[in-house]
């Protein structure tokens, strides 16, 4: 096993993954830019190393920086966490290079999902359901056109190199084909510097459900269950529930089992999730696949009562997976609690936390790395906090979430705990009708 693993991370999860290391009796290594220089990470590691300046780009996506700290500290293994160097292949690459073990996939693996025509190809391969549409990056308008009519409009352009909604377009009739091909193409370059497009048909007002997958070395994997991710506001995730209020039983034995075949079928190795859209016809197709331990993680750990981290970390060692599949015995949801002002626009108000009460009680978890005085940099992700919440049902965990949300102070600055305490008492919401659409027709009532 690790005898020291560098945290390539910061804030919430870079806490997460030090008490599970600290719990396995590995040594933990925090890496910090001036601006976290007083946060709980640094503090709660076995040791620390700055690595430079606010500026992401001059810390925690800094290889060189960060290769160097793991090899001053002699740390056996990094782990990523989520964004950063997370997906990086070339970063995979360098840990590999530099007999560190990356606890992720290799770069192969990463390249290979993160490109997105290229990850389908591979799914439909396997017997994966995915969206009618082009079999690869769409060569020319003419091929585009030509497709388009035989899969019938609407239709969606998308980048394939991209990912979080970028670079996609919706494409109505031919007339606007070419606009709308141009100014993918564009945003595309700009964005991933990589213009490829593939075309899928348009599925109106999907559920965004993704399955938690395990693959360990030896080409075995595993489902973990669903986690339903559609309250959404512009591609970020706001608040997510395991199970999903549109699962059924059979629908979730054929996610898991089409999560397992696609996780198999490219011999996946580590936490991963496999994500689908839905439709309303409970029809499923394969969306994205994430190379990565997600945000949302701890919905699924504390409905099957599972340490996804130290899971992570085990298969990264070698170990085998069980094999088992896992079903949501409770009922978890997750609130994002980030630093921005609900009343205006959702827009981040970073400064300085006076005041700060966190919840408890039975069925409650706060993952933060905030306390009271911490000062919120403007440099990094606005989310502060996950407030999350099991109980045995919905209802009652909808109740506990209330409560919760209630109870929990935190003066200094703006947050979105307003936004979800009305979440949580919206009668769609409760009554579990809801999509993907859900936020454009969600509205703040004033204080
Ligand atoms: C789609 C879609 C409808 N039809 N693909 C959004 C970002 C990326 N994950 C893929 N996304 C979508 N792909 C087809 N063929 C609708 C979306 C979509 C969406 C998906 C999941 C969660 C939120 C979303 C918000 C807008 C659009």
Redesign the pocket.
């Known amino acids: 096993m690790f005898k020291k693993i560098l945290i390539a991370n910061r804030g919430e999860i870079a806490l997460r993954i030090i008490r599970t290391c600290k719990e396995m009796g590995i040594k933990t290594v925090a890496v910090y830019s001036t601006a976290d220089k007083e946060s709980l990470h640094v503090r709660f590691a076995d040791e620390a190393v700055c690595i430079g300046p606010p500026p992401s780009n001059q810390s925690y996506l800094e290889i060189p920086k960060i290769i160097a700290a793991a090899q001053i500290t002699n740390a056996d293994a990094i782990h990523p966490g989520y964004g950063f160097l997370a997906e990086n292949a070339k970063f995979s690459e360098i840990c590999r290079k530099h007999d560190i073990k990356f606890i992720g996939p290799s770069a192969d693996m990463i390249n290979m999902m993160g490109d997105k025509a290229t990850a389908k190809k591979n799914m439909r391969k396997a017997g994966v359901p995915v969206?009618p549409?082009s079999k690869d990056i769409v060569k020319s308008v003419k091929e585009g056109k030509k497709l388009a009519k035989e899969i019938t409009y609407p239709?969606?352009l998308?980048a394939t190199a991209?990912?979080?909604?970028k670079g996609?377009r919706?494409v109505y009739k031919e007339e606007e084909f070419q606009e709308k091909w141009d100014s993918a193409k564009q945003e595309s370059a700009a964005s991933f510097g990589n213009d490829g497009l593939y075309m899928?048909?348009?599925?109106?007002n999907?559920h965004?459900i993704e399955i938690q997958i395990v693959g360990d070395q030896y080409g075995k994997a595993a489902h973990l269950s669903e986690r339903d991710?559609?309250i959404?506001r512009r591609?970020q995730k706001l608040a997510e529930e395991t199970p999903s209020p549109f699962m059924t039983d059979e629908l979730r034995q054929k996610m898991g089992t089409a999560a397992v075949l696609a996780a198999e079928s490219i011999k996946y190795e580590g936490v991963g999730t496999v994500?689908f859209?839905v439709n309303d016809k409970r029809e499923f197709?394969f969306?994205?696949m994430n190379t990565r331990i997600q945000v949302e993680h701890p919905i699924t750990e504390e409905v099957i009562n599972f340490d996804l981290i130290k899971e992570q970390i085990k298969i990264a060692d070698g170990a085998k997976i069980s094999g088992k599949n896992y079903l949501p015995k409770l009922h978890s949801i997750e609130c994002r609690i980030n630093a921005e002002d609900p009343y205006n626009d959702f827009r981040p108000s970073p400064g300085k936390i006076t005041n700060l009460h966190i919840p408890g009680g039975h069925g409650v978890r706060v993952d933060t790395h905030v306390y009271t005085g911490y000062t919120i940099p403007p440099n990094y992700d606005s989310m502060i906090a996950k407030l999350i919440i099991t109980a045995r049902t919905r209802e009652e965990a909808l109740k506990k979430m209330k409560r919760a949300l209630d109870e929990f102070i935190i003066e200094g600055v703006k947050t979105t705990i307003p936004f979800h305490a009305q979440l949580v008492s919206d009668q769609r919401f409760i009554d579990g009708n809801y999509t993907?659409?859900f936020m454009e027709t969600f509205e703040m009532k004033q204080p």
């Open positions: 969206v549409g239709i969606m998308k991209g990912g979080g909604g996609m919706i899928e048909k348009f599925v109106d999907p965004h991710c559609s959404q591609h994500e859209l197709y969306m994205e993907t659409k």
